[in-house]
């Protein structure tokens, strides 16, 4: 499925889009993908903050958070299950054909922005890294030969929002010119919370770049330096108190209230709230011309220092603080040769090799009255205690607090990861019409991962989150390759249609859990250990990887003499050895379990309705099964939550867009009106009624002047019908009650001002 949304141009037609998600430039309704392409003009008009906002607009892709973690993403249903840093996210994030990375640096802001590419369904063979399930390829703006163009942008609405953006581009030479880019945005918080009497989830945050361009005759060269400083919440959560969950809890607390009401905030967050990064980014591209091929060469190295601070429990009392303290580097440098030669026969093939260090610190902090009470009750028939004196007393001994009556627990991890890639894909026309296309990719991950879990200074020892302590670094190294093929169908009936079949493997490399160790040879866990040490033959958690065989049938086609664009997709996929978080009592392991099965139908239709408005709508739907989850299901029957569905997507999700401009005097009325929506979704894998989200749509209104002399104007209300709801929400149980999290931004208005010049 294809479409592009962007400045209607109002023309007799629908403008062409030309993307480059097959390593070659293509008209999206040639290329035989499930693919999105959304115009920087329409990024930058509908307030698109960071690369996460992109799915609100993209069939199959939802989920979304206020942070700077990408495991609330799913495309199709498949979601990185793990936060963690020895494994890898499912849904890859690339910027100028630059792997973004994991948490903390994968989530950069957009501006300047040429395009964005969205595509779903497994994308290993064309992007590598960690796109089992879908890939996001933003492209910015390079530096153009000969132009001065240049923009400016402010936008101010309530809540002290601000955001100004703008770029120029200086024409050196006739084969050099370079581009200056600059973003800063902020805003006041929105979410109430009762606890401290403040709104949270406020933001303030800022970003360069500078981008070169040297072409010569057969060689073009583009290098690209962007630095940004980010400072936001963390996520906010409320815990959900009603259920089973909710009941245990408050009857071992001795009763907790929440105040305010459902959509606010009542949090303690006394040990601070933060998603802090400062990110780095350099990138060189090489494009040399053969003739026969184009030789391309794509470096990038990527380095970020990110702080990340929440109080995950969600209720006024001091459970759980968690906190990410990480440093990393990322390199990585590929070298593609694509055929440029005519006849039936085409191909790309390539060589790729990455190298990434991570020193991630991970941090649990919870008072010890609190995990007294709760284990208290939990371990002895329902008696209540007052707290840790009281329950050690009744054991016969005494207690002593910590010098701030907290149980902190730390856990560092190291680790050097490094891989490579090779691949080769052949496209052969069999007839003028028809072409079959065959790629094959083999990919080789290695990691070396160590773990430090130092013991706590609290009489409670490593009593909750870990429930071990190690005296030393505990390391392991492993290695996982896999090959995987694409084959692909493509058949023309006319010029404008394009019917397509595919079967695409897709792999993504096992990894190790951050905050637990395997048996050692014995068959004992680490739990209730201390001062462990390499030679007891624990080694960290390790998990295998994830595959997925993923079949499509896909139709493009022009209607109405190129006045609309329709895109149908329909998917099958199964999936195996889901990388999933799982509890052995004490710290979390990453397991492989459970098989998904799920089908699912995309669609979407540009259309020019007249001279004056175009019109977009996107809807998918999916259908998902999970077995074999035996091992996570929290129900008292093991085979409770057999056949589950996918709970965190939707199986109705949709957008639509209805875009005008009408001439006046000196220029043009601008106006637009947003909407996108989602069924309901959440209940977790054991369907719990109280903690679903319920369906809901998302509006916006826009409307403007723009003078033909490039300067424009425009005032703007965001989530037009003030509809609440939450991005996420998670099940858990024992000490940490269920909770949703990520309340909507409330009703926005605002005004936009700005220029642009050639």
């Known amino acids: 499925m294809a479409t592009a949304l962007g400045t209607p141009a109002f023309a007799q037609s629908l403008e062409e889009v030309v993307v480059t998600a097959t390593k070659r430039s ?96 497994p994308q290993g063979f064309l992007f590598g890294r960690n796109s089992i399930g879908g890939a996001v390829s933003v492209h910015t703006r390079k530096a153009e030969i000969g132009s001065s163009d240049g923009y400016i942008d402010l936008d101010l609405a309530e809540r002290n929002h601000g955001v100004l953006e703008g770029a120029i581009n200086l024409p050196v030479s006739d084969n050099f010119a370079m581009r200056l880019a600059g973003y800063y945005s902020t805003e006041d918080g929105f979410a109430k919370n009762v606890f401290t009497g403040d709104d949270m989830i406020e933001h303030d945050k800022w970003a360069l770049r500078w981008s ?25 959560y409320r815990a959900i108190d009603k259920g089973d969950i909710w009941d245990a809890f408050d009857t071992a607390l001795g009763g907790v209230e929440l105040r305010g009401s459902d959509e606010d905030i009542d949090s303690d967050i006394s040990h601070g709230e933060d998603d802090s990064a400062e990110i780095l980014t350099l990138g060189l591209a090489i494009d040399y011309d053969f003739d026969f091929a184009t030789l391309t060469s794509n470096t990038g190295y990527k380095d970020h220092d990110y702080y990340y601070s929440e109080d995950y429990d969600g209720t006024p009392v001091d459970i759980n603080t968690y906190q990410q303290d990480q440093t990393g580097d990322y390199f990585q440098q590929e070298l593609r040769l694509t055929s440029n030669t005519d006849g039936p026969l085409s191909w790309y093939a390539g060589v790729s090799y990455y190298e990434e260090s991570i020193d991630t610190e991970f941090g649990f902090i919870g008072q010890e009255d609190v995990f007294c009470q709760y284990y208290g009750y939990y371990y002895n028939s329902g008696m209540t205690f007052s707290g840790c004196q009281e329950l050690y007393a009744y054991y016969g001994s005494s207690f002593s607090p910590s010098a701030d009556g907290t149980l902190t627990e730390t856990g560092r991890i190291k680790g050097e990861y490094s891989g490579w890639a090779t691949y080769v894909n052949l496209d052969y026309y069999i007839t003028e019409n028809f072409d079959v ?50 084959i692909m169908a493509k058949y023309r009936p006319t010029d404008d249609m394009l019917l397509f079949a595919s079967f695409t493997e897709g792999f993504k490399s096992g990894g190790f859990g951050s905050f637990n160790l395997d048996n050692n040879p014995a068959g004992d866990p680490a739990l209730g250990n201390v001062d462990i040490v390499q030679a007891d033959g624990f080694r960290p958690n390790q998990f295998d990887p994830e595959t997925v065989d993923s079949w499509e049938i896909g139709y493009k086609d022009s209607w109405f003499d190129g006045n609309a664009n329709v895109d149908l997709t329909a998917f099958y996929y199964e999936y195996q050895d889901l990388q999933v978080v799982t509890f052995d009592g004490g710290a979390s392991l990453v397991q492989n379990v459970g098989e998904v099965e799920s089908w699912g139908v995309e669609g979407s239709l540009t259309t020019r309705l007249n001279e004056y408005f175009e019109f977009y709508l996107a809807l998918s739907y999916l259908d998902s099964e999970a077995t074999q989850l035996q091992s996570i299901c929290g129900l008292e029957d093991p085979d409770g939550c057999e056949g589950s569905p996918l709970f965190w997507a939707p199986e109705w999700s949709g957008a639509a867009v209805l875009d005008g401009r009408y001439p006046v005097s000196g220029g043009y009325l601008t ?58 929400e998670n099940n858990n149980g024992g000490l940490i009650p269920s909770h949703f999290f990520g309340p909507k931004r409330p009703r926005t208005f605002g005004v936009r001002l700005g220029m642009n010049w050639e």
Do not use: H
Not at 26 to 49: R, Y
Not at 217 to 236: I, K
Not at 457 to 472: I, N
Not at 690 to 712: H, M
């Open 26 to 121: 293509e008209s999206i309704q040639d290329v035989p993908l499930a693919i999105t392409a959304l115009s920087g003009d329409f990024v930058n008009k509908v307030n698109l903050n960071d690369v996460k906002d992109l799915v609100s607009y993209t069939p199959g892709i939802t989920g979304n958070s206020q942070d700077s973690f990408i495991d609330a993403i799913s495309v199709r249903g498949v979601r990185t299950q793990d936060f963690g840093v020895g494994g890898d996210p499912s849904a890859a994030f690339f910027k100028n054909d630059l792997y973004e990375g994991r948490n903390g640096s994968a989530v950069t802001s957009l501006y300047d922005v040429e395009r964005a590419e969205i595509l779903r369904g």
């Open 671 to 728: 106006g637009s009106l947003e909407i996108f929506w989602e069924d309901e979704r959440g209940g977790g894998w054991e369907n719990l009624s109280e903690t679903k989200i319920d369906a809901y749509a998302e509006s916006a209104l826009r409307v403007g002047y723009q003078s033909d002399d490039n300067w424009y104007v425009e005032g703007y209300v965001e989530n037009l019908t003030d509809e609440f709801t939450w991005d996420g």
């Open 437 to 486: 296309e065959v790629g094959v990719r083999y990919t080789d991950d290695e990691k070396d991962f160590s773990i430090l879990v130092p013991t706590p200074e609290s009489e409670l020892g490593p009593y909750w989150a870990y429930g071990f302590s190690t005296a030393e670094y505990i390391s392991d190294t492993q290695s996982w390759d896999d090959t995987t093929m694409r």
């Open 212 to 236: 070169t361009t040297f072409e010569a005759d057969r060689l073009s060269v583009n290098t690209l330096v962007e630095y940004e400083d980010r400072e936001q919440s963390g996520s906010m």
